[in-house]
């Protein structure tokens, strides 16, 4: 590389770099860069900008060296950057392809125009440095409550000022009916970290469960210490919240400690949240019991699971109706976000009259199919049968036992309920060859999925193993009502369908089955 440098010193270069520096508490070298840069653009502007031309700042005495730079090729595609091997060696009989000739330029005495684009250059690069900085500072941070000042509200969005960088709290993340003005101190959860467009942006929260699971770490020892653990959150912020806590110390009530004394504790976290009632309840391992805890301050006098569905009915008396479902659904919906569980609310009255029709519509389903009496179907009801399998493929003793009928009885009753499951089955089969389902669906091994709910899918257009494969979680549910079928039970059944589309010993990616195939 031939090169000779032209340049005279300037000691400025280095105070200024070192004052941005340290007032945007960046790395020196990097406005160093950025200054090059600046000086190379001016000098492109008036060398032509096609050239290679190229500046450096010696970082000890700040001189500018200015240059042209001409790469060595076998081929010439450029001739303002390129040159040739023969042409170089007369000059430079010493460089190689690939080597650069170097021509040195005079130092560039800056014009207005130029000062000012260099200007800019260097307030980009210099803020570009900066928000790479913030994003490596806080992109770690995330759920950690931060404290800041208001530095301006724009379109009722919150600019936060966080001391070393600027937050965002967007109108959705602040609490309703809640107002910031310039220099008001306000206190959020860091939500996100990302890097967008315009740069990196923090995004802040006041709305999150998380920012209350945060509030409580800080009021409660126990919780900072682990004592007690916060395991769900469920808000309505502004208005109410449930958080259900469990004390890994059995002589510590998780409730009283996080109330406080006279309830200091769970008052200050009721300020900092603009007065939103909280509703603090023991988690509980038993889904029932948690639910129950969860509908406080509404009593619940019975509870009943359904965990194929994903669902809990609750049956509550009849003048707790409207304190259980809470003002506009609030305290149901607080109550299934907190436990995770569908709740259906019942009053007594509502109960036993569904309770009644169950009840009759089973008994006819016995009278249709056994072709027994109507009291003989109540009574196998009454002793918990639910279905002509059950009543198929019991042992005979337990069909016997029933008071008022003998084995001689009980031997017809399952030969009549194997009889009628025979020809269902022949019904299906028919009605499978009919809408000519391919075999490889009816021959899937699939838990979860019988021949009565392929038929209904083949009635629906789903007649292979690949078109249910290509179906998402909530189509499949959709297709199969009003039976019974979870969201998660409908993914399984999808992504076992799916298992032939990858070579043996890989799976697909789970996640991919809810939102869609």
């Not at 072709?371 to 003793?397: I, K, W």
């Not at 909530?474 to 199969?480: A, K, P």
Request: overall charge negative.
């Amino acid at each position: 590389m031939a090169t000779q440098s032209i340049g005279m010193a300037r000691p400025e270069l280095i105070q200024v770099a070192d004052t941005v520096a340290r007032d945007k508490n960046i790395d020196r070298e990097e406005v160093f860069i950025a200054m090059e840069q600046a000086i190379q653009k001016a000098g492109r502007s008036k060398y032509g900008h096609e050239k290679d031309i190229r500046a450096t700042i010696d970082r000890k005495t700040g001189e500018i060296r200015l240059a042209r730079y001409i790469t060595i090729v076998e081929t010439v595609e450029d001739e303002n950057t390129q040159t040739t091997l023969d042409k170089a060696k007369k000059k430079h009989p010493e460089l190689n392809i690939g080597d650069s000739i170097v021509d040195p330029l005079p130092p560039i005495d800056f014009g207005r125009i130029a000062a000012q684009t260099a200007k800019q250059v260097i307030v980009q690069k210099v803020r570009d440095s900066e928000r790479a900085r913030q994003y490596a500072e806080y992109k770690d941070r995330v759920s950690e409550v931060v404290n800041g000042l208001v530095k301006r509200v724009e379109f009722g969005n919150v600019v936060v000022d966080l001391g070393r960088a600027e937050g965002m709290l967007r109108r959705d993340d602040l609490i309703p009916r809640e107002h910031f003005k310039n220099g008001d101190r306000v206190r959020a959860l860091i939500n996100a970290v990302r890097q967008e467009p315009r740069g990196p942006q923090i995004f802040l929260s006041r709305t999150a469960p998380d920012f209350m699971k945060a509030l409580f770490t800080q009021e409660v020892p126990e919780i900072y210490d682990g004592i007690i653990e916060i395991r769900s959150v469920a808000r309505d912020p502004g208005s109410r919240a449930k958080i259900a806590v469990i004390s890994n110390d059995s002589s510590i009530d998780p409730v009283g400690a996080c109330v406080g004394m006279r309830g200091s504790r769970v008052q200050a976290v009721v300020a900092e949240l603009q007065g939103e009632k909280i509703d603090i309840i023991n988690w509980s391992e038993d889904p029932a019991t948690f639910v129950v805890n969860a509908l406080a301050p509404a009593e619940v006098s019975k509870v009943v699971l359904d965990e194929d569905a994903g669902r809990i009915e609750v049956v509550v008396p009849d003048d707790q109706l409207s304190l259980a479902i809470g003002r506009r659904g609030q305290n149901v919906r607080l109550a299934s976000q907190l436990t995770g569980w569908s709740i259906d609310i019942l009053t007594e009255a509502e109960e036993s009259e569904r309770r009644q029709q169950e009840f009759t519509v089973r008994s006819q389903l016995f009278i249709d199919a056994l072709d027994v009496d109507d009291v003989l179907a109540r009574l196998l009801v009454t002793e918990g049968f639910t279905s002509v399998e059950e009543v198929a493929f019991v042992p005979l003793e337990d069909i016997a036992e029933i008071e008022g009928l003998d084995e001689e009885v009980a031997n017809e009753l399952k030969s009549r309920a194997q009889a009628f499951i025979e020809e269902e089955n022949k019904k299906t089969e028919s009605r499978l060859k009919e809408l000519k389902v391919a075999d490889d669906l009816t021959g899937a091994d699939i838990e979860g999925l019988d021949m009565k709910k392929i038929v209904a899918l083949a009635e629906k257009g789903v007649k292979s193993l690949d078109d249910l494969a290509d179906l998402a979680g909530d189509e499949l549910v959709e297709m199969l009502a009003p039976s019974p079928m979870t969201l998660e039970t409908a993914n399984k059944i999808i992504m076992a369908a799916r298992a032939h589309w990858f070579p043996e010993g890989e799976t697909s990616d789970a996640s991919a089955a809810p939102g869609g195939a």
